[in-house]
C-alpha cells in the first residue's frame, strides 16, 4: 500500500470514528482527522477499524481504502491476537466501485465479517476470482465473473477489493 493511501484511510477511518463516535461538529472533523492521521499507529488504526464494524466510506460517503494487512477478509484480521505477526500486503487495492470501464482485477480482499464474505461467495466471489469491469449504472456496478454478469449495488462493491 502506498503511504498516501494509507494516509487517505487512516484519515476517512478518524473522520469516522469523530462522527459517529466522540460526535464532533460536522465543520471541525476534517481539520481535526488531519491533526490526528499521521500519529495514528497501524495497531491503533486496526482497533479503530473494528470498534467501528469496518466501515466501508467515511461521513462525506468516500470510499475507505483496504488496510495493508496480508488476509482475506476482516474476520481473519480480527482472530489475530498477536498484532507483531501481521503482515503488510505488497500490492494496492481498489474497490470494484473505484475501477474503471474494461479494467480487470484479481480479488484479494473482502471487507467485512463472515456473514458478508459468505454474501459474496454466494454469488461466485471469492479471494483470486477475475473480475472484468462492464459497466456502472448509478448505484449498481456489473461486472463478469467467468463470463457470467453479475450487478453489485455500489455499497456491496466498496468492500470488494482488486489487484489491478
Known amino acids: 500500500m502506498g503511504i498516501a493511501q494509507k494516509i487517505t484511510r487512516k484519515h476517512r477511518i478518524l473522520e469516522k470514528f469523530l462522527t459517529d463516535v466522540l460526535k464532533i461538529k460536522k ?3 476534517h481539520d481535526q482527522a488531519c491533526e490526528m492521521e499521521h500519529s495514528l499507529s497501524d495497531e491503533a488504526e486496526r482497533a479503530l477499524c473494528f470498534m467501528l464494524d469496518n466501515p466501508d466510506v ?3 460517503k468516500k470510499i475507505i481504502p483496504a ?3 496480508n488476509f482475506n477478509n476482516c474476520s481473519d484480521c480480527f482472530n489475530e491476537t498477536d498484532f507483531d505477526n501481521i503482515i503488510n500486503r ?3 487495492l481498489l474497490a470494484i466501485s473505484e475501477i474503471n470501464y474494461s479494467t480487470n482485477g484479481i480479488v484479494s480482499f473482502i471487507r467485512g465479517d463472515s456473514s458478508f464474505v459468505d454474501k459474496v461467495n454466494n454469488l461466485g466471489i471469492d479471494i483470486g476470482t477475475k ?7 448509478n ?8 463470463n457470467v454478469e ?3 449495488n455500489k455499497d456491496f462493491a ?3 477489493f482488486v489487484i489491478v
Open 27 to 29: 465543520e471541525n472533523i
Open 139 to 146: 448505484d449498481s456496478i456489473s461486472i463478469f465473473v467467468d
Open 131 to 137: 473480475i472484468d469491469f462492464n459497466k456502472l449504472d
Open 90 to 92: 505488497d500490492n494496492i
Open 150 to 152: 453479475i450487478d453489485l
Open 158 to 160: 466498496n468492500n470488494i
Open 67 to 69: 488496510c495493508d494487512f
Open 58 to 60: 467515511c461521513p462525506d
